[in-house]
């Protein structure tokens, strides 16, 4: 027997907080995480406080969202 899929909607909300661009990625309940930008890299910042540094935006938005699905989703 296989289970059925679940479909999330993610919700991409860009906020300045201190002065610096932070894309904040949200379900209706949860906060998956933010992505920040660090010189010519980016950094996926978990809501455990964690941090990943990637090279591309759409990296860190993939970590998150894998990160969200394996261990909450």
Known sequence: MSKKDKTIQIIEEEKMINGQLVLELTTKKDKIGQVVTEAE?????LPSGERFKVTTQDEAVDLLI????LHRG
Do not use: L, M, Q, S
Not at 41 to 45: C, E, K, P
Not at 66 to 69: A, E, K, L, N, V
């Open 41 to 45: 890299r980016f950094v996926a910042i």
């Open 66 to 69: 894998r990160d969200y699905h």
